[in-house]
């Protein structure tokens, strides 16, 4: 299915972004990409948070970019330790990072931008350690 929506050379760049992102931090960053949602894009997010067992974190640092592509839907969610310690506005300022990208046909691009943003927030307050554990894949994960 991603083939469909990504390149190979997408989904290599953005799975690069996320072990470049994470090089730093001990925070964990997932992509997931489905056609459609057919609930609440928040709540499907939450769902896929938790199949994905992104919350089972030593520190509870994941974040999750939901992609419903056919319904032109996403969001971008993060854990308790996160949520924590990020101010509030930041998702929405990366999430209108990628909205402007979007409407542009740079899915690829908001992507890695998007992951790199979160990548430099996490390192503030997540910062790698020595023999830092890769604890979730960094691979893109699809639905239906």
Same mark, same amino acid.
């Given at each position: 299915?991603?083939?469909?929506?990504?390149?190979?050379?997408?989904?290599?760049? %953005?799975?690069?972004?996320?072990?470049?992102?994470?090089?730093?931090?001990?925070?964990? %960053?997932?992509?997931?990409?489905?056609?459609?949602?057919?609930?609440?894009?928040?709540?499907?997010?939450?769902?896929?948070?938790?199949?994905?067992?992104?919350? @089972?974190?030593?520190?509870?640092?994941?974040?999750?970019?939901?992609?419903?592509?056919?319904?032109?839907?996403?969001? %971008?969610?993060?854990?308790?330790? !996160?949520?924590?310690?990020?101010?509030?506005?930041?998702?929405?300022?990366?999430?209108?990072?990628?909205?402007?990208?979007?409407?542009?046909?740079?899915?690829?691009?908001?992507? @890695?931008?998007? !992951?790199?943003?979160?990548?430099?927030?996490?390192?503030?307050?997540?910062?790698?350690?020595?023999?830092?554990?890769?604890?979730?894949?960094?691979?893109?994960?699809?639905?239906?």
């Amino acid at each position: 299915m991603a083939r469909k929506y990504f390149t190979k050379e997408e989904e290599e760049t %953005i799975v690069a972004a996320i072990k470049n992102a994470e090089m730093a931090t001990s925070g964990e %960053i997932r992509v997931h990409i489905e056609k459609y949602c057919k609930i609440n894009v928040l709540d499907r997010a939450a769902e896929v948070f938790s199949i994905l067992e992104m919350h @089972k974190t030593k520190q509870r640092n994941g974040v999750l970019f939901y992609l419903a592509i056919l319904d032109k839907q996403f969001a %971008i969610i993060g854990d308790k330790g !996160i949520n924590e310690k990020i101010k509030d506005h930041y998702w929405g300022d990366v999430k209108e990072h990628l909205i402007a990208r979007f409407r542009n046909n740079e899915f690829t691009l908001g992507l @890695k931008e998007a !992951i790199t943003m979160t990548g430099q927030q996490l390192k503030d307050y997540f910062p790698a350690h020595e023999n830092e554990e890769n604890e979730l894949a960094d691979e893109i994960s699809f639905g239906s």
